[in-house]
T-cell receptor, first 110, second 110 residues
Framework: NAGVTQTPKFRILKIGQSMTLQCAQDMNHNYMYWYRQDPGMGLKLIYYSVGAGITDKGEVPNGYNVSRSTTEDFPLRLELAAPSQTSVYFC?????????FGSGTRLTVV | KNEVEQSPQNLTAQEGEFITINCSYSVGISALHWLQQHPGGGIVSLFMLSSGKKKHGRLIATINIQEKHSSLHITASHPRDSAVYICAVRSVQGAQKLVFGQGTRLTINP
């Protein structure tokens, strides 16, 4: 089915470890996003991309990096994981007709 | 003050009741989204509105651009409608980024 695929669904990291959250979409959307959702809070934008090779910071970019080498893929890299990065992460893509979200990655940093 | 405010934050109702969730925003927008998130689940886009009214099954969404206000209505509510409903606005300023409300937790009792 067409959509946004995120992996992994769950992950536990130790403080200081690094990992990459994968995101892929097959709808040929130019716009892609990474959001985080903390309990009781609205989603916050981490990074976004308006097309291959173009990325920009959102509201809460510290501690994260992204790349967009192809239209389909938009991985999110966590370097030196911290407990404050415990959250649920959602990747999304959009066009003029709407938004599609991935199923989320629940990350715990201990 | 948040740019997107939803009310109520929590709503409990009996099966069959008519439900209204409200969203007010303070920024210029190009579109407004209503999203649904089931407990522990992903995020599904219900509607994208830029004017007027849209209907899908038992769900109706309206928007008043002049008053910067939108409502989501559920007719003949059912326990499977229990979820968090999120209002999000797409700013007029580029990249289709969304600003999210805090969400409304809806519980429909049988």
């Amino acid at each position: 089915n067409a959509g946004v695929t995120q992996t992994p669904k769950f992950r536990i990291l130790k403080i200081g470890q690094s990992m990459t959250l994968q995101c892929a979409q097959d709808m040929n959307h130019n716009y892609m996003y990474w959001y985080r959702q903390d309990p009781g809070m609205g989603l916050k934008l981490i990074y976004y991309s308006v097309g291959a090779g173009i990325t920009d910071k959102g509201e809460v970019p510290n501690g994260y990096n992204v790349s967009r080498s192809t239209t389909e893929d938009f991985p999110l890299r966590l370097e030196l994981a911290a407990p404050s990065q415990t959250s649920v992460y959602f990747c999304a893509s959009s066009d003029n007709y709407g938004y599609t979200f991935g199923s989320g990655t629940r990350l715990t940093v201990v | 003050k948040n740019e997107v405010e939803q009310s109520p934050q929590n709503l409990t109702a009996q099966e069959g009741e008519f439900i209204t969730i409200n969203c007010s925003y303070s920024v210029g927008i190009s579109a407004l989204h209503w999203l649904q998130q089931h407990p522990g689940g992903g995020i599904v886009s219900l509607f994208m509105l830029s004017s007027g009214k849209k209907k899908h099954g038992r769900l109706i969404a309206t928007i008043n651009i002049q008053e910067k206000h939108s409502s989501l209505h559920i007719t003949a509510s059912h326990p499977r409608d229990s979820a968090v409903y999120i209002c999000a606005v797409r700013s007029v300023q580029g990249a289709q980024k969304l600003v999210f409300g805090q969400g409304t937790r809806l519980t429909i009792n049988p």
